[in-house]
């Protein structure tokens, strides 16, 4: 991804760099990562490529002998003005991006709601809503029933194959506490999945290996006290989930009103 042709791109530098020997030193060129990475990387990824730039930036050097040299001070320089702009560029871009997914989610949420009979009958249709501008591969809606949670739906992106799981979750009942599902329950606050993974409590693990499941978050529908319902997402790859779900979980009432209606 972009990512790793940002790191390529300053390993790339760095060797034609090194290649020139006694020649004037490209440690300017440098800064092609982190503009890279900038333009579609995560944050943290910017950050990294950033760092990498400088501190390659810092003995490169050491090859010639501009060394130290303002030629050499100068470009360290403006590798690393450049590295912080690219991490506030990124961190600018994700907001955006953010902000129009969370419109996207909001706007589809309340469409699917507002045309749907049930909770449980469009369950599919509603997270696909909340998973897809997000980019979540799969999805499922537990509901609370008395003292356990009954799975009331569930969404699997397009092309997405996670038999296993899907059949695990199938089996699975949860009660409050037990399990991923269960703790988001219990402790009315959005989870994410290596915290579960980390309390060895997250019972498909094992499908969930084998379905190539890699991150998720279950966060709950709350009103007031009452925990109504639970919801999943997970992905075959790792996220950044922090900022992303603390917003999208802020963002229920649509949802939380209809699971509240009789």
Known sequence: GTFLLALAAVCL????????????VLVEFLIVGPLIAAMGASVSQTTVVALVSLLFAVPLGLSSDAFGSAEHLTGVLAVAVVGALTVAIARLRVTRELNAARLRVQYRVARVLAEAESVEGSASELLEAIGKPLGW???????VRGKVLQP?????????????FEEATRKLTVSSGTGFSGQAW???RALFLAEAIAANNFL????????GIRDG???PVVSG???????ELFSRQVR???????????DQEVLRERIEAP
Not at 13 to 24: E, H, S, Y
Not at 225 to 231: F, P, S
Not at 242 to 248: C, D, I, K, Q
């Open 13 to 24: 530098v760095a060797i034609i760099d090194t290649a020139l020997g006694a020649k004037p």
């Open 137 to 143: 591969e799969v999805g499922h809606l537990w509901v």
């Open 152 to 164: 009331a739906g569930a969404w699997t992106a397009p092309g997405v194959q996670v038999p296993d």
């Open 186 to 188: 219990a402790n009315r």
């Open 204 to 211: 498909r693990a094992d499908a969930a290996e084998r379905s």
């Open 217 to 219: 978050v279950a966060f």
């Open 225 to 231: 006290e009452d925990c109504l319902a639970v919801i």
């Open 240 to 250: 950044e989930l922090e900022v992303e779900m603390l917003e999208v979980t802020d």
